[in-house]
Structures are given as C-alpha cells and as structure tokens.
C-alpha cells in the first residue's frame, strides 16, 4: 500500500487503510488495538497521521446534516468536507462564522488541528464545535458538549483520544460577502495602521513574497462595498491568485462582487486544485499585540526566506477556550509560509524562522511544518498537561499513539 498526504511530501508507512462505511465498523476496527492513526483529507504537511499499523479514514461514513429545531446548529459526520458541507447548509439558509483558505479540507481534521480562516472578531475552526461525538481508544463511543469537563481539550485533539464520527457545530443565518483584492501596499503603512489594516474586513489576508518590505497584495472580504485606494494601496485591475504564477481562474471571485459566503471566505474555488499543490507549509502564531514585531523578525531575514518561498499570508484568529488551539486565550496574528516543495532547502529556513520569533512565544500550526523543541512547545500551552491526561483517560492502551504524538506529547 502506497498512501501520501496532499502535497506527496509525506508517504504514509501504514500496513492498511481501512475504510469503515458505520460508526459499529468504527468500533470494531479500534477494538482490535492499535497502532492505528485517523486520516482526514490529507492536508498535513507533517507526519502525524503517519504510521506503522493501520490507517484509518471516515470518508466513507454517511452524509450527516441535522440542523437543530432553532437552526442555530448542524450535526455532521465526521468525513464530510467543508465545501460539501457549505452546500448542504447554503440551500437551508444557513452559514458558519468562517471557513479556511481551502474548501477542500474535511471538518473532522481541520478541527483536530485548529485550523482558521480570519477576522479580528473570527474563531478558528474549532470554536464552532458544540459537541464533539468520538470512538475512543477502547473502542467505545463518546460524547462531550460545550459545558462538559473536558470538552475544551477534546475539540483540538490532535488524533490522540480516537476517531471522530460527528460533530456539532453552530451555524448563523446565511450571508454574502464581497471581496476586493488591493496590490502593493506599502511597510510605512504596515507600520502605522497595522491593527487598523487588519479590522478593514470580516476577513482579511496579507501576501507576501517578502522580496521587499512591502506587501504584494490585500484580500479584504467586507460584508460592506468599498471604492477607491486603501491606505495607498490600489484596486487590483483583474483577479489574483494569491501564488505568483498560479492561474487567477482558480481564486474566488474579486472586484467586490457579492456572493454566497461559501463562495468568498475562501481563496480557492472547490472544483480547482487548491493553492499551488506542488508546496510545503509552516504558519507561526503569536499575539496580536507583537505582530508588528512578529512581521520584523521575519523581514531582517527575508533574504534567506525569500528563495525558497512561494507566497507568505499574515491573517488574524480571535482568542479562544481550546487547551491545544494555538489561539489559547490570546488574540492572534497568524504568520504563514507557503514554501517551495524541496524539504532539504526549507528545513533550514524554518529553523530560522523559528529562532527569530522565538521571543514571541510562537505556537505553531499543528498540522504544518515545524522543529520546535517539545519541551519549549508545551510550555507555551498551559492547559497542555491536562491534555496529556485527557490522552490517558480516553486512550489509556495508546491504540492511537504514534512516533509523532510520542514527540509532541512525551
């Protein structure tokens, strides 16, 4: 059996991928014992959904879409994907609060990871679960809702305390979006209304190539129209990809045009390959109040980041509850890497990434590439030895562990 994530970087050394279609088929397979790791959609850069037992996805689970008698909430399976599930509530009327740059991701795994769109006022991901329905390591079926003990450390989980079969997650009436692409805005700019640029939007994303100081380009997507230039920068004159050289055709659509929010939040549109495809990522979070620090670190070594970068976006994530969420009670400024796809030349790069902003604290992306030290990377979690509890209660035999997760989590 020959499995790989998305970008291929990672070849999966498991011996099977089994694919249950029931929650019961779920449990048996998890009764048997482990190793056994959960795969999502496959849009982790780093190996942990890799192992050297079996592989487990729940694709193949029914389509689940219960909205609640008050439409304030939508239980799902747990392999749906973010644009399939936008579908399904867009024809109901209904929304969630954010999606991330991609659609093509499934829900399950982007939660377990923390994954976020952006806005000021935006959760992650995850913070949209209500309650979070799980097969543990015994094989047995779990439930926890908000308000339960515990279910702020189950909802970021990592793949460490079983397989998710259904969340819950609130939904808000449906909403359309406008969204205006800007070119060139300038580090003077940067420097004196950086919180101000980014409030401009419900969401909104800087990219960089940091070959200057400047950024390339602004996509705000407002809620409000908008005209005119925008602290200096100008009205982009067509569409934009945000990868230099990718076809703009497969970026949502610009110029303010207003759509369904599923058809603007994200950057890519669901029937295209998403971002560049050929790449490697690493994304840096740090509060909001240093992320003029954050993008000055990162610019006194852009001469070495540069040449081996495809596109850098800078977005913000609000504070959240979630023990393992890199937004852990502290508003954020998300510095992300779209690297070139050579692991040996990026590698470095990440170190040094890594050490310029080690004086912020940075909390990286659970699911992207990073070196950190464990012992420095727990430190900056300080729920992270409840956590590591909440892994023995649910997985007490570790049928879930693995190389990666014996690192991170010790």
């Known amino acids: 059996m020959s499995v790989t994530n998305w970008a291929g970087n990672v070849v999966f050394g498991a011996r099977a991928l089994h694919r249950p279609t029931t929650v019961s088929e779920v449990q048996e397979l998890v009764a048997r014992g482990g190793p056994l790791r959960v795969l999502g959609s496959g849009h982790s850069f780093n190996r942990m959904a890799d192992t050297g037992g079996d592989l487990l996805t729940v694709a193949d689970l029914p389509r689940l879409a219960e909205i609640s008698a008050d439409r304030a909430s939508v239980r799902i399976d747990g392999g749906v994907r973010y644009g399939e599930l936008a579908v399904l509530l867009e024809k109901e009327g209904l929304a969630l609060h954010n999606l991330a740059s991609l659609p093509h991701i499934s829900v399950a795994g982007a939660v377990a990871t923390a994954t976020h769109g952006?806005?000021?006022?935006?959760?992650?991901?995850?913070?949209?679960?209500?309650?979070?329905?799980?097969?543990d390591g015994?094989?047995?079926?779990?439930?926890?809702?908000?308000?339960?003990?515990?279910?702020?450390?189950?909802?970021?989980?990592l793949g460490a305390l079983g397989v998710v079969t259904s969340l819950t997650l609130d939904v808000r009436p449906a909403f359309e979006v406008r969204q205006y692409v800007y070119d060139q805005l300038r580090r003077t700019e940067i420097d004196a209304h950086l919180d101000e640029i980014l409030a401009g939007g419900y969401s909104v994303s800087l990219f960089t190539d940091?070959?200057?100081?400047?950024?390339?380009?602004?996509?705000?997507?407002?809620?409000?129209?908008?005209?005119?230039?925008?602290?200096?920068?100008?009205?982009?004159?067509?569409?934009?990809?945000?990868?230099?050289?990718?076809?703009?055709?497969?970026?949502?659509?610009?110029?303010?045009?207003?759509?369904?929010?599923?058809?603007?939040?994200?950057?890519?549109?669901?029937?295209?390959?998403?971002?560049?495809?050929?790449?490697?990522?690493?994304?840096?979070?740090?509060?909001?109040?240093?992320?003029?620090?954050?993008?000055?670190a990162v610019a006194e070594i852009r001469d070495r980041v540069a040449p081996v970068l495809q596109v850098s976006e800078?977005?913000?994530?609000?504070?959240?509850?979630?023990w393992l969420s890199p937004n852990y009670r502290r508003d954020t400024?998300?510095?992300?890497f779209t690297w070139i796809a050579d692991t040996d030349a990026v590698l470095p790069v990440v170190d040094l990434v890594?050490?310029?902003?080690?004086?912020?604290?940075?909390?990286?992306?659970?699911?992207k590439i990073f070196t950190t030290d464990p012992l420095a990377l727990r430190s900056r979690y300080e729920r992270f030895a409840d956590f590591q509890a909440l892994v023995r209660r649910y997985d007490p035999a570790g049928t879930f562990r693995n190389s990666w997760q014996e690192a991170i989590l010790g």
């Open 118 to 135: 952006s806005g000021v006022r935006n959760g992650n991901l995850a913070t949209a679960v209500s309650r979070i329905e799980f097969v």
């Open 138 to 157: 015994t094989g047995e079926q779990v439930t926890l809702s908000r308000g339960d003990a515990g279910f702020e450390g189950a909802v970021v989980h």
């Open 210 to 296: 940091w070959t200057s100081d400047d950024v390339n380009h602004v996509w705000l997507k407002r809620l409000e129209t908008m005209s005119g230039d925008w602290f200096g920068a100008r009205p982009a004159d067509g569409p934009r990809h945000p990868v230099p050289g990718m076809p703009a055709t497969n970026s949502t659509e610009q110029g303010g045009v207003p759509g369904p929010w599923h058809l603007r939040l994200p950057h890519f549109r669901m029937e295209f390959t998403p971002s560049a495809g050929q790449e490697l990522q690493s994304e840096w979070h740090v509060a909001r109040e240093n992320g003029l620090e954050a993008l000055h």
């Open 314 to 322: 800078i977005r913000t994530v609000a504070a959240d509850e979630l």
């Open 333 to 336: 400024l998300a510095v992300h």
């Open 354 to 367: 890594e050490a310029a902003l080690a004086p912020l604290d940075p909390r990286p992306h659970w699911g």
